[in-house]
């Protein structure tokens, strides 16, 4: 079992930057894809970003070249670095790990931008 616990959100006015970092109690296995997801109130959760086991990156028009994933399975950790945040940024982010066997999420952090 792996617990997921996300870190870094909250209040930021538009065009400003936020790191979020998630952090994982146990080795996370190589093999997983981490993955960033957020919801907005009313909305359907959301995938803003991933990073595979081999460091293959993606993200949806909506985010891309604004944020950015990274992973460092030595320290257990993956981030998402947001820039130019936009009010339709707003939304609780959610760490996600999935292997072909199973699959974790975070409580979830809120991320919130003022216009």
């Known amino acids: 079992q792996v617990q997921l616990v996300e870190s870094g959100g909250g209040l930021v006015q538009a065009g400003g930057s936020l790191r979020l970092s998630c952090s994982a109690s146990?080795?996370?296995?190589?093999?997983?894809?981490m993955s960033w997801y957020r919801q907005a109130p009313g909305q359907e959760r959301e995938l803003v970003a991933f990073?595979?086991?081999?460091?293959?990156?993606d993200y949806p028009s909506s985010v891309k070249g604004r944020f950015f994933i990274s992973r460092d399975d030595a320290q257990n950790t993956v981030s998402l670095q947001m820039n130019d945040l936009k009010s339709e940024d707003t939304g609780v982010y959610y760490c996600?790990?999935?292997?072909?066997?199973?699959?974790?999420w975070g409580q979830g952090t809120q991320v919130t931008v003022s216009s």
């Open positions: 996600h790990a999935k292997s072909a066997f199973s699959t974790f």
């Open positions: 146990s080795n996370i296995d190589p093999y997983y894809t």
């Open positions: 990073v595979t086991a081999g460091g293959l990156t």
